[in-house]
């Protein structure tokens, strides 16, 4: 798409989903191009991966990381077969973890993630939340944030997805008092 922030706050994705869903090869220049035009106001990047690629996927973002230091938070995707002991070592360098993969193996393994979260304190991240009950499992592993299409694709969404969000947060601060 068009490279553009329209002056909105903003993330950097790295674009691996789309190529994977269109059969092409990640996109090294134009991906280069967006962190040079956007890196330095982006609140995160996600550093490359290989969509559902398990621990190779974790060796090519690994390739990345020097490249990306100092421009902007990092998050680096989890995939498919990966486990929490796999990237321990990336929240020890500071960085956050951004839940990919499949969708079967991103919903069986979410909650393990959130228990990884609460556990070391890294920032997380999930991808491809377009539904309330997707809104719902992020919230329960305490994800920091979401990212989907839907509303983008579908503005008929808007208030049922946002409903959920804000019914979420109510439900924290209400939990945060009572404890």
Known sequence: GVLRTEGFPYAIDNGAWSAHCHGKPFDHDRFRLCVEMFGAGADFIVVPDIVAGGLES????REWLDELAGI???IVPVQDGMEPDHVRWVVDAGHGLFVGGSTEWKLATLPAWGDFKRETGCYLHVGRVNTVKRIRMCQDAQADSIDG????????NLDRLDRAIKNGERQTTLWNRLS
């Open 58 to 61: 974790l060796d090519f973002s």
């Open 72 to 74: 902007a938070p990092l």
């Open 149 to 156: 299409t839907s509303v983008a694709r579908f503005p008929c």
